[in-house]
């Protein structure tokens, strides 16, 4: 009889507007272990020295999918941390994960923050990183159009209220 070691790594991957509580959702899925948090925001800080900068996309990438690399190699979750608003947009960095790593051992959750657009904007003003107030309608109209769905490859889309979170948290990024 043969005998396989097949690990499986549960992965989650947010979606959602600016300020919809993102990052706190991300710390609270941390809390329980063995996750990497991989964030477009820190990357942005890191390479660009400002996370406000939106800088070249693909320079992004390529960190977003290495620091994937790493915390495969670990045998940590991912928790992928960034507005995922376009269904495209998951497409195509799926796409690339697909490319880039072995991905066999990835299943995804789909983390979809159904926070109110006016929640948004109000916690966007108590940000010290703001987001203009149209770039938030945008993103925010985006997912109205084309919400994640399972058929995109995730395991499960779970459309949660961050509002509850944030409420035990004194700062909602």
């Known amino acids: 009889m043969l005998i396989v070691n097949c690990q499986m790594l549960i992965c989650h991957f947010l979606i959602g507007p600016p300020a919809s509580g993102k990052s706190t959702l991300a710390s609270q899925i941390a809390s329980y272990g063995n996750c990497r948090i991989v964030s477009t925001d820190r990357i942005r800080e890191q390479l660009f020295g400002n996370e406000i900068i939106q800088g070249d996309w693909f320079a992004i990438q390529r960190e977003v999918i290495s620091q994937m690399g790493e915390a495969i190699a670990a045998g940590q979750s991912i928790i992928y941390d960034a507005t995922n608003v376009k ?3 998951r497409k195509d960095l799926f796409d690339t994960i ?3 790593l072995d991905s066999k051992q990835l299943q995804w959750i789909a983390w979809y ?16 990183r703001q987001v203009p107030d149209e ?7 985006s997912l ?9 490859g995730f395991l499960a889309v779970v459309a949660i209220d ?3 979170l944030a409420a035990n948290e ?4």
Request: glycine share 0%; charged share 35%; hydrophobic share 35%.
């Open 87 to 89: 269904r495209q947009w």
């Open 144 to 152: 109205q159009n084309a919400p994640p769905r399972v058929e995109e």
């Open 135 to 141: 770039v938030i309608e945008a993103m925010f109209a």
């Open 98 to 100: 697909d490319r880039e």
């Open 162 to 164: 961050v509002t509850r």
């Open 113 to 128: 923050a159904t926070t109110a657009l006016e929640t948004c904007k109000e916690w966007n003003q108590r940000r010290s």
């Open 170 to 173: 004194t700062k909602v990024e």
